[in-house]
């Protein structure tokens, strides 16, 4: 017997395109360095219009999470597309390495510095800490697949970037956005030092809610404005407060000139309160009987004195437009030292500050019954004194969103100190930053709002920070006066060249008379380190403006959406401070991490998803499908599910990808390829389609929207393709002769479609579209696939909506087939026979076909009838006009195309064979001319 089999133009079973990524990944990762592919890309594009993604530096410390992967993959994706695009796309990475988490790191290994350890060691430790954590992070993102600059990345702690820091606040000092000022700012008693609002994060703590009596003291007075005898009485002024500790820094009490105060009676108690909370407070505070005795304007109560709840000190009531009636008692316990507006008000009736906390939480020797304590644990000990004291009406818990550091997690505190800022109003900043806003596009469009709420609440920023591994504020300040040098401008760039020989040691060993000789008696340096936001935000003008390869303003800011308080606002403060301009041309922001249930995603907890665990079980082109696949401009659910969908989407498209390779063992292109005006019309539309669904995916690519970038190719590869095209041409594939004008023309158009398809998922499945690159027939081509340009398809001439209604034609009958199939009419499509009965809408298009209507449909017969000759029997379809009548095809098996065929047997030479695969195998082959 004829091993028929044989005569196939199967597919070449020995292409080894396999799916263990986990393993293969890093085989590519090693060639890729090997090869230099990053430095082959940048010579490629060389002299190409610029596309400029800035890296928002990641913080050098501990493993990388799943939200630095998403971030990572992200700009990968996006480099690559504009790359693909034509674009020169550097990608330079980078990473913040002073503050305070990495400080502590250290002390727990060598202990604190200036008590265990000399400063200079203590820095030099920090910077081998961050030096190790970057390499580890390094790793974990080349792994990724992610290709940039990682042999000369950008490092805040690298000398040349910390002199370009000492210069950046030289540019802002010399436009006049410096000031230094004595006043409140968030303050961790942990890290011992201010703290910026971008610093900031707001978490639920349980506080003591409390209210307290000042006694008046100027009851005579107070007799007179009311028209009431209050000789003897206990009259007390009533405040609301849930920060306890602050009391004993209390100068005065607040009131709103323009709110009516009541006079309250409760027994032989009277209580002056805002009249509007008048009811809430006796609630509060269990009083049942009350009466309102007298009301009186907040204004007129203006400088009347009161005793302190428990010091021998008299307070005086003072005005102020931050009192409200949302809350509280309408009075307002200030203390100037811990609070914003206090401090603000207090300042406009010459109160100063008292200054009895240090820079770690503790009450100063000289503070009355509570030195010693730590804000954190006095609460109690004031409200036993308040109660003493017989100054407290009530008390009470409750929880609230408090200000938390968002490095220790550790509750905040206000405190009123000596420190650096940059002013917003000083010279115009705040309007220059607002304005500025306008000039970006932001996407999603809501970040444009969210900047906006941030920036219009924005305090002038405060810079400078009392820790010791941090770039440091090189200034010279006038021992007496405290005014800078007035040099500043010369001795900045002087100290920065130092710096950038020796790195910060230069400034802090530094004898400041070998810069100010003689007059450095007269000058202090200043010891402090900057915010290390100013570090990554001046970042425009020490990695983009000081690369000869990049430039400003980038055309792309991509991070999380908290760096809307973060390096997002930074940088554009610091730009518009230098540069009176943007740093950024678009600012496009991913969402936060949730589980498949829509919980926060933990770094560390029951739901963590660790990415080197994914790179290890799954291979990275999953993580990156997955990120694609996900709207990342709302929150991004991942769980282990989540990503076991996304490999089987994966499959589906290397499958896709396997399919077109393995039929394509026998083909070369320079030699078999059809010419267009030849191609049958099947492969004609295959190949225009192809060219139509690259334009909108290069779109895609461009305007960010990777989500729908997958959909869409994802459709192409499991429905246009799988369920469609190549179902069809497999026959002509396999069946007919290797060389017929049927099975080129099938070649040449899923050769088209796989040169185009592997530079669409490249910026994607980087691995996979390499591996598919080294799989493509032999021809001229660049190297590796990201050295390439997207496919400059053929303007093939096809009928576009001829096919597109066939392929709904093919649709509803398939459908009506599986149906049939599943009652036990038939086998399966090439077991059946199908007549269609069509109106005119759909009869002539159908009739068209001819006997190739069955390779469309892939069943053994096919006819095409008029509607008016369905009988009962034709079972209506999806379609309007199409009804479909199944049943057995008569005949027997092909062995070799498997049709079921009357023809069988014809031949005495190939008995087992219909007469269309007699043709294929001892003839010329059968004509083809649609599908």
Not at 194 to 223: C, M, R
Request: include cysteine; charge should be negative.
């Amino acid at each position: 017997m004829t091993d028929y089999k044989a005569t196939l133009n199967l597919p070449n079973t020995t292409f080894a395109m396999k799916a263990n990524l986990a393993q293969r990944e890093p085989g590519f990762v090693k060639q890729w360095q090997q090869d230099k592919l990053y430095e082959q890309i940048r010579q490629a594009r060389a002299g190409r219009p610029q596309f400029i993604l800035h890296d928002g530096p990641p913080y050098a410390n501990g493993d990388i999470h799943l939200g630095h992967a998403v971030n990572k993959i992200l700009k990968d994706i996006i480099v690559k597309s504009r790359t693909l695009s034509g674009f020169d796309a550097p990608y330079v990475p980078g990473w913040d390495c002073h503050g305070l988490p990495i400080e502590h790191r250290v002390e727990k290994k060598i202990g604190k510095a200036g008590t265990k350890v000399d400063f200079k060691t203590f820095r030099q430790k920090c910077r081998e800490y961050a030096a190790k954590q970057v390499d580890g992070q390094k790793k974990d993102f080349i792994r990724l697949g992610v290709l940039g600059e990682w042999d000369n990345p950008y490092l805040t702690m690298d000398k040349k970037y910390e002199a370009d820091i000492i210069r950046a606040l030289g540019k802002i000092i010399e436009n006049g956005h410096l000031q230094k000022g004595y006043k409140p700012v968030y303050w961790s008693v942990v890290g011992g030092s201010a703290l910026a609002e971008a610093e900031v994060e707001y978490q639920d703590k349980t506080s003591f809610a409390i209210d307290v009596k000042f006694p008046v003291v100027e009851l005579d007075k107070l007799s007179e404005l009311l028209q009431q005898d209050l000789a003897g009485k206990s009259v007390s002024v009533v405040i609301w407060t849930t920060t306890p500790w602050t009391l004993p820094a209390n100068q005065a009490v607040s009131l709103n000139a323009d709110v009516e105060y009541a006079l309250v009676q409760a027994g032989s108690d009277y209580f002056i309160l805002g009249e509007p909370l008048v009811a809430a407070v006796m609630q509060r505070a269990g009083i049942d009987e009350y009466s309102v005795v007298a009301t009186v304007a907040g204004q007129k109560l203006e400088l009347l004195k009161l005793k302190h709840p428990f010091y021998e000190r008299q307070v005086p009531i003072i005005l102020g437009n931050h009192v409200t009636t949302d809350a509280g008692t309408g009075c307002v316990h200030t203390a100037p030292d811990h609070g914003a507006d206090d401090f603000n008000v207090a300042n406009q009736y010459g109160i100063e500050t008292l200054n009895y906390i240090d820079d770690h939480g503790v009450y100063r020797d000289s503070v009355p019954l509570f030195a010693g304590d730590h804000v954190y644990k006095v609460d109690e000990k004031i409200i036993a004194v308040l109660k003493e004291q017989n100054a407290l009406l009530c008390e009470s818990k409750i929880v609230h969103s408090f200000p938390h550091c968002w490095r220790t997690k550790t509750p905040l505190i206000f405190r009123a100190t000596p420190q650096w800022f940059i002013s917003l109003t000083k010279s115009g900043l705040q309007q220059k930053v607002m304005a500025a806003v306008d000039e970006v596009e932001w996407l999603p469009g809501w970040g444009k709002a969210r900047i906006e709420a941030m920036l219009a609440n924005s305090p002038d920023w405060c810079i400078s920070r009392q820790r010791t591994w941090g770039a440091p504020i090189a200034l010279f300040v006038h021992k007496q006066t405290q005014e800078l040098h007035p040099r500043t401008p010369e001795l900045i760039e002087q100290v920065a060249q130092l710096v950038e020989v020796d790195g910060m040691d230069a400034w802090f060993d530094l004898e400041p008379e070998v810069l100010l000789g003689s007059e450095a008696a007269s000058y202090q340096k200043v010891t402090d380190t900057l915010d290390v936001w100013f570090d990554s935000g001046v970042s425009h003008f020490a990695v983009l403006n000081a690369r000869d390869n990049l430039s400003v303003p980038a055309d792309l800011y991509l991070e999380g959406s908290d760096q809307h308080r973060g390096w997002f606002q930074s940088s554009l403060k610091t730009s518009l401070a230098i540069n009176d301009a943007p740093p950024y041309k678009t600012v496009l922001t991913h969402g936060f991490l949730v589980d498949g249930e829509g919980k926060k995603l933990s770094k560390s907890g029951d739901n963590a998803i660790p990415p080197q665990e994914v790179l290890n079980d799954l291979g990275a082109d999953i993580l990156r499908l997955w990120v694609c696949a996900t709207d990342f401009s709302a929150e991004m659910s991942a769980s282990k599910e989540i990503l076991s969908r996304s490999a089987d989407s994966y499959r589906r498209i290397r499958n896709t990808a396997r399919f077109l390779l393995s039929n394509l063992f026998d083909f070369n292109p320079a030699e078999h390829a059809v010419a267009e005006s030849e191609l049958l019309s099947l492969d004609a539309w295959a190949i225009a389609h192809t060219a139509a669904l690259q334009t909108q995916l290069q779109a895609d690519y461009s305007s960010y929207n990777l989500h729908l970038l997958y959909q869409k190719l994802h459709n192409f590869c499991s429905v246009e393709l799988g369920g469609f095209y190549l179902d069809i041409i497999k026959d002509r594939l396999y069946t007919m002769p290797a060389n017929s004008l049927g099975r080129r023309s099938a070649q040449t158009a899923i050769h088209y479609i796989i040169e185009a398809l592997v530079r669409w998922i490249a910026p994607v499945l980087s691995f996979t579209a390499e591996e598919i690159w080294a799989a493509l027939p032999a021809a001229e081509r660049e190297p590796s696939v990201f050295l390439a340009e997207w496919l400059a398809l053929p303007e093939a001439q096809a009928d576009m909506t001829f096919w597109d209604a066939v392929a709904d034609v093919k649709s509803a009958v398939n459908k009506v087939i599986e149906e049939q199939r599943s009652k036990g009419v038939v086998g399966g499509g090439l077991s059946a026979a199908v007549t269609l009965y069509a109106d005119d809408s759909l009869l002539g298009l159908l009739e068209s076909l001819a006997d190739e209507l069955r390779f469309v449909l892939i069943t053994s017969k096919a006819e095409v009838r008029p509607m008016a000759e369905a009988g009962a029997e034709a079972v209506a379809t999806e379609l309007s006009g199409l009804k479909v009548l199944v049943g057995k095809a008569a005949g027997s098996k092909c062995v070799r195309c498997y049709h079921v065929r009357e023809d069988v047997g014809s031949s005495a030479e190939h008995p087992e064979l219909c007469g269309r695969c007699h043709s294929n195998v001892a003839g010329s082959g059968e004509p083809r001319q649609f599908a």
